[in-house]
């Protein structure tokens, strides 16, 4: 149980273009779902906490317009890197929870580069 | 602010050695606190967690930690390490009950040479 998927798995895109990356939970209902960013050799860095059907809380430093989140469903939140630039490319991880619940489940994870 | 260390980059041992990965935090109220494992091309796992009770926490793959409040630790161990627990190590902590967000350590990466 706790599975959480993540499409695609990698992707390229050129400077300039949007792209939309998934997180489902597949086992359970997510109130709460989680985006990260990785990067090389460093822990995971907190982008923004989503709860189904609100806006999404983002950290400081994370630009709300750029990185557009959208929690619709209680297994479904989706990340929206909005005119990519290279500086952009990482390693998206999202994670889910159920309401009430401490644990986390990790997605695998989403390796972006733009060229 | 709450923060998560993991003295240990990078950890070498030969099979069968015992682990121990540091795991410190700075929180002064209530805590929770998770290993997640990360291997090779994979994603995080959950390896063990603390809320409350038993301060030594038995998890997953023969691994276990032991939280001591009074050292504002958390460390991993395992007595007899295996090929296959060659991984990144996460150390995690979670504030604020079901509401709050989880700060990670920078982790570990592990290297066992068979």
């Known amino acids: 149980g706790a599975v959480v998927s993540q499409h695609p798995s990698w992707v390229i895109c050129k400077s300039g273009t949007s792209v939309k990356i998934e997180c489902r939970s597949l086992?359970?209902?997510?109130?709460?779902m989680f985006w990260y960013r990785q990067f090389p050799k460093q822990s995971l860095m907190l982008m923004a906490t989503?709860?189904?059907?609100?806006?999404?809380?983002?950290e400081q430093g994370v630009e709300k317009d750029k990185f557009l989140i959208n929690h619709a469903s209680l297994t479904l939140s989706t990340l929206t890197v909005t005119s990519a630039h290279p500086e952009d490319s990482s390693f998206y991880i999202c994670?889910?929870?159920?309401?009430?619940?401490?644990?986390?489940?990790f997605g695998p994870g989403t390796r972006l580069t733009v060229l | 602010a709450q923060s998560v260390s993991q003295h240990n980059h990078h950890v070498i041992l030969s099979e069968a050695a015992s682990l121990e990965l540091g795991c410190n935090y700075s929180?002064?109220?209530?805590?929770?606190l998770f290993w997640y494992v990360q291997y090779p091309g994979q994603h995080l796992q959950l390896l063990l967690k603390?809320?409350?009770?038993?301060?030594l926490v038995k998890g997953i793959k023969g691994f276990e930690a032991e939280f001591i409040k009074s050292k504002f630790s958390f460390n991993l161990r395992k007595p007899s390490v295996q090929w296959s627990d060659t991984a990144e190590y996460f150390c995690?902590?979670?504030?604020?009950?079901?509401?709050?967000?989880?700060?990670f350590g920078k982790g570990t990466k592990l290297s066992v040479k068979p």
């Open positions: 994670s889910a929870k159920q309401r009430g619940e401490r644990t986390q489940y």
């Open positions: 086992d359970f209902q997510a109130t709460t």
């Open positions: 989503s709860n189904e059907g609100s806006k999404a809380t983002y």
């Open positions: 929180y002064g109220g209530t805590v929770n």
């Open positions: 603390y809320f409350s009770g038993d301060p």
């Open positions: 995690a902590a979670l504030a604020g009950g079901s509401q709050g967000n989880l700060i």
